[in-house]
Nanobody
């Protein structure tokens, strides 16, 4: 069955860094665009970053450009989100999502940025 398992979240001080991972199984990972979303308390889920199947096209939300980097390793069925210069407003549950039409969501990992 399809599984997306996120990890790497936690508590970090402002200005710090975290690296999120999303390990996929149960489908042909290398054929899918993968996307990171986040949802803060009381807010709608928003796109953070997306990477196409071979990694040639990448998009970021304006709020994270220059601070976050999305990447993928198709040999390991894993997509990453490197988050640097974290701000309190980055606090949210971060989800990875498979695809753009045949979508599937992971369970999420909590990121809290606080001093």
């Amino acid at each position: 069955q399809v599984q997306l398992v996120e990890s790497g979240g936690g508590l970090v001080q402002p200005g710090g860094s975290l690296r999120l991972s999303c390990v996929a199984s149960g489908f042909a990972f290398s054929r899918y665009t993968m996307t990171w979303y986040r949802q803060a308390p009381g807010k709608e889920r928003e796109l953070v970053a997306a990477i196409t199947s071979a990694g040639y096209n990448i998009n970021y939300a304006d709020s994270v450009k220059g601070r976050f980097t999305i990447s993928r390793d198709n040999a390991k069925n894993t997509v990453y989100l490197q988050m640097n210069s974290l701000k309190p407003e980055d606090t949210a549950v971060y989800y990875c999502r498979r695809g753009t039409s045949d979508v599937y969501w992971g369970q999420g990992t909590q990121v809290t940025v606080s001093s």
